[in-house]
């Protein structure tokens, strides 16, 4: 393979990924994610839009500062101040990388930004220019690029390289191509461009027609050497291209790529994990590589092929992408030094003494109640120790829930609200109903419920549940994450979580619908 090019790969979930409604996360579960993905040697972490809030600046700053092998790139419009806030929270990083975009489409350059061609071609070049004072490594890319003009974008590459590009960037932003098309766009680009030899060519596909994947890699095929995409293909709208797609086809058909990448494929899984945790977005059990039915054979047929020989309906190792089988890691009887081990082998970094004694005591309860802990529980139980140290303006003490058949279903339930204990109490349609409406009566939240979602964390009837409970305020979306054996109390967790995320306000641009 020593003759094979790089396939560089560019995550944009902290980013991409965090303006799926209701994904939005925290500095430390931000940082989490990003050492998972240094772990499985991502080449280019998209950290955020630093100019977005004071949150996501810091977010951005604190990654920079904290990931050693990985390149940290933060994103910023085609505008001075942007590009200044994005150099300031990269100034630390090992290997700092600034990201800067403007809409080139005939739509977008009339109707979103009301600039001609030539203005959204000289601030292009200055902006790529100024991004330059910070770091010689910039990305520029023509937003839209899927929509527009092959001569506009032809000019306005030449130049941003000419100005000091190192990364040109394709992004199909609305999901509008098909690969055959992509590829050619990506091919003619190359060819005509004079300096394209300057500068490595990268896409960037969102799935609205459910091709991001085939797109991203119809470009490879023709010369993209950098593929931005995200986890689980979490991100705007119907999301971006999934990384563990992309970078599974690519090695799986060594035949037909001219590239590979530098990952390890066993972190796929496990960041998956992470990811659907922290943003509440399950994973649905048909998805690739990552879905739990992914390498599960149900036919009969199936099943006698794999056991013959496993090629016969297996084209990939599940362990290749770190599925290990339901592992029982620790019991009742484990010790904090043990627990702790066995955090830091599956990769969860407690961010205090105070997490992890936080997490340990959770691991106690649980462990009274479940015998036999697996990686999957631990990793439930470090993301609600995460969740706990936030602030929060409310917490559950105590719920009683009586469900009878024939009968109303009632709940009493005690909440600390800013330290002090009320009481709630409500009938429901079922136990969750009638728990969610005992909340509600302590605290009174004007929120609207828009999803309500149960998973079973591993397998058998005392597996933990894990809730996810989306909530709406006055036009934000929040997702609340709870984990219990007990799904009602999950239940409880998750709309509580999500409350106290309602409690902490944010205010943050969105990088495209500003200019
Ligand atoms: O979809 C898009 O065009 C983007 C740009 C900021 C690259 O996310
Ligand atoms: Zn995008």
């Not at 991001?212 to 010369?223: F, M, W």
């Not at 496993?310 to 089988?325: F, L, P, Q």
């Not at 929040?478 to 309602?502: E, P, R």
């Amino acid at each position: 393979m020593a003759d094979k090019e790089k396939l560089i790969i560019f995550d944009t979930t902290l980013r991409d990924g965090e303006q799926s409604p209701g994904a939005s996360m925290t500095q430390d579960e931000k940082l989490r994610i990003a050492k998972s993905l240094e772990r499985m040697h991502v080449d280019v972490i998209e950290a955020g839009f630093p100019i977005a809030s004071p949150g996501d600046f810091e977010a951005v700053r604190t990654i920079a500062n904290t990931l050693t092998q990985s390149t940290v790139c933060g994103l910023a419009r085609a505008l001075d101040k942007d590009i200044d806030r994005a150099g300031e929270a990269l100034k630390s990083a090992a290997s700092p990388r600034i990201h800067t975009f403007i809409a080139t489409s005939p739509i977008h350059m009339r109707s979103k930004l009301r600039m001609s061609p030539e203005q959204v071609l000289d601030q292009a070049v200055a902006a790529v220019r100024r991004a330059r004072r910070y770091t010689d490594d910039v990305e520029f890319s023509p937003e839209d690029a899927g929509r527009s003009e092959i001569d506009f974008l032809c000019r306005i590459i030449e130049a941003a390289i000419a100005a000091g590009a190192r990364t040109i960037n394709i992004p199909d932003t609305v999901g509008y191509n098909i690969p055959q098309q992509f590829g050619e766009l990506v091919r003619q680009l190359i060819e005509k461009v004079p300096n394209s030899d300057k500068a490595v060519f990268s896409v960037h596909c969102h799935n609205d027609l459910g091709l991001a994947v085939a797109n991203s890699l119809a470009a490879v095929l023709n010369g993209a050497r950098q593929v931005e995409c995200t986890i689980n293909g979490l991100g705007e709208r119907a999301g971006n291209a999934s990384l563990e797609e992309v970078v599974m086809t690519v090695r799986t058909r060594q035949d037909i790529f001219p590239c590979e990448t530098d990952l390890d494929t066993t972190q796929i899984v496990p960041t998956s994990r992470l990811v659907s945790s922290t943003t509440g977005f399950a994973v649905q059990p048909n998805k690739a590589i990552v879905g739990a039915n992914a390498f599960a054979h149900e036919s009969g047929i199936h099943q006698d092929g794999v056991l013959k020989s496993r090629e016969t309906y297996e084209i990939m190792r599940a362990e290749d992408v770190g599925w290990s089988a339901n592992r029982i890691v620790l019991g009742k009887h484990s010790g904090r030094n043990a627990f702790r081990s066995r955090l830091e082998e599956i990769g969860i970094e407690m961010g205090s003494e105070q997490e992890l004694n936080e997490a340990f005591s959770r691991f106690k309860d649980l462990a009274d109640k479940k015998h036999e802990i697996y990686d999957e529980d631990l990793q439930a139980l470090a993301t609600e120790a995460s969740l706990s140290s936030v602030n929060e303006y409310c917490k559950l003490v105590s719920l009683k829930v009586c469900s009878e058949t024939g009968e109303t279903p009632h709940a009493l339930v005690t909440l600390s609200v800013e330290d002090e204990e009320r009481v709630g109490a409500a009938d429901g349609g079922g136990p969750v109903d009638a728990s969610f409406k005992a909340i509600e009566s302590i605290i009174d939240s004007e929120t609207h419920l828009q999803l309500y979602s149960v998973n079973a964390i591993t397998c058998g009837t005392d597996a933990q549940g894990e809730v996810t409970v989306r909530l709406e305020k006055a036009g934000r979306i929040v997702n609340g994450q709870g984990a219990d054996t007990d799904i009602v109390i999950a239940s409880a967790k998750a709309y509580i979580n999500a409350v106290n995320k309602l409690t902490q306000p944010v205010v943050r641009a969105h990088p495209q619908k500003l200019n």
